[in-house]
């Protein structure tokens, strides 16, 4: 879901990386554990959020209330 609350689960399927950007373009989080639930203790804010699976790349916008 998007926006999460502070401290909620984010839950992706199949990746390699996840990396969460803030605007400045910080890396603020990463993980490389396949199908494992991560919670998310970010600041409120609006956040970059890139998966990377092989060869394949996705980004959005993530917010955080």
Sequence with gaps: PNPLTRGESLNVNEFD????FD??????WQSQESN???NLNLD???Y???VLN???SYSSKL???
């Design 63 to 65: 917010i955080v209330n």
């Design 17 to 20: 990386i996840i990396r969460i």
């Design 54 to 56: 092989g060869s394949r």
């Design 44 to 46: 409120p804010g609006a």
């Design 48 to 50: 970059l959020i890139e």
């Design 23 to 28: 605007l400045g373009g910080r890396l603020v």
């Design 36 to 38: 494992q639930r991560s």
